[in-house]
């Protein structure tokens, strides 16, 4: 059986998620308490339903401290669990509400004069526990036709103790709040500022052999590798079961993109025993 566990910040995405995952033949259920989650599994395994996604979030009270130890329980009876934890910053939600006008979902537990702002603190340290476990995504500034191919990627992969994720960014978007590595390749030399170049992509082979003219590119990229291959491990007495790794250039779109392409290709055809499933995602380019 395959689970999915969607979770994170109201106004997320996780509607989006769930019409995603709802698409891809998955059976759906919202803001499900989490103490119920595994009568209802065993039923719907009965009756021979084999892939279910589950929403749940802060709403759902005290109870949700509880998932790290019923993934686990899952875990052990052999049972396939994805977590998947949608993130974005604090303006992006404040803003997402103002312009809905709707509730907080949190206003019922905090008080109807909670502010939006007090609502979103109060809900990320509630779910702060279960960011662990998860897949993390970071929506903020994301399409939706991009997190909908994000989902699908995640919850699809091979199920592994470790899932690596390759994520391209750009700094002057901001960095990513789901990164737990962030490398900087800002060092190299810039196709953005070769107006043929301008337009494409790290992609894109005119800006591969541009980046790789710059001699720099194969020791960073090189670096990189050699950090990741030697830290990665250490990981799994954390109890973590995605790593993402951000590579942040000015744009997004040429030098960060090449460099984690790079990086994805390498540990696909190299594997690190501890890692069995790499994805790559670029957010400056996916839109």
């Known amino acids: 059986m395959k689970v999915v566990l969607v979770t994170g910040l109201s106004g997320s995405g996780k509607s989006v998620a769930i019409r995603a995952l709802e698409d891809a033949d998955f059976y759906c259920i919202d803001n499900l308490p989490p103490s119920f989650i595994p009568q209802v599994l065993k039923r719907l395994e009965a009756d021979g339903i084999l892939r279910v996604a589950v929403a749940a979030d802060a709403r759902t009270g005290r109870d949700i401290v509880d998932v790290p130890h019923m993934v686990a329980g899952l875990r052990e009876h052999g049972t396939d669990v994805r977590v998947l934890f949608l993130n974005a910053d604090d303006e992006t939600l404040v803003t997402r509400y103002s312009e809905t006008r709707r509730r907080h979902p949190m206003s019922a537990r905090l008080g109807e004069q909670a ?22 995504i970071d929506t903020t500034g994301l399409l939706p036709n991009a997190l909908r191919r994000w ?78 291959r030697k830290w990665l491990p250490a990981y799994l007495n954390e109890q973590r079961s995605y790593i993402t790794v951000a590579i942040g250039c000015t744009g997004g779109q040429h030098r960060s993109v090449y460099v984690a392409e790079m990086l994805s290709k390498a540990f696909t055809t190299q594997p690190l025993a501890e890692v069995e499933s790499v994805l790559l995602r670029h957010r400056s380019i996916s839109q």
């Open 115 to 136: 502010t939006v702002q007090e609502c979103v603190a109060a809900e990320r340290e509630a779910l702060e526990p279960l960011r662990a476990l998860a897949s993390c």
């Open 151 to 228: 989902v699908l990627e995640t919850v699809e992969s091979k199920s592994a103790r470790i899932t690596l994720v390759f994520e391209t960014f750009g700094f002057k978007k901001g960095l990513p709040t789901d990164a737990d590595l962030v490398f900087d390749v800002r060092c190299l030399t810039n196709p953005y500022y070769d107006k043929s170049l301008r337009p494409l992509t790290g992609q894109d082979t005119p800006v591969q052999e541009f980046i790789q003219a710059d001699e720099r590119s194969s020791a960073l990229i090189a670096d990189i590798e050699q950090y990741l």
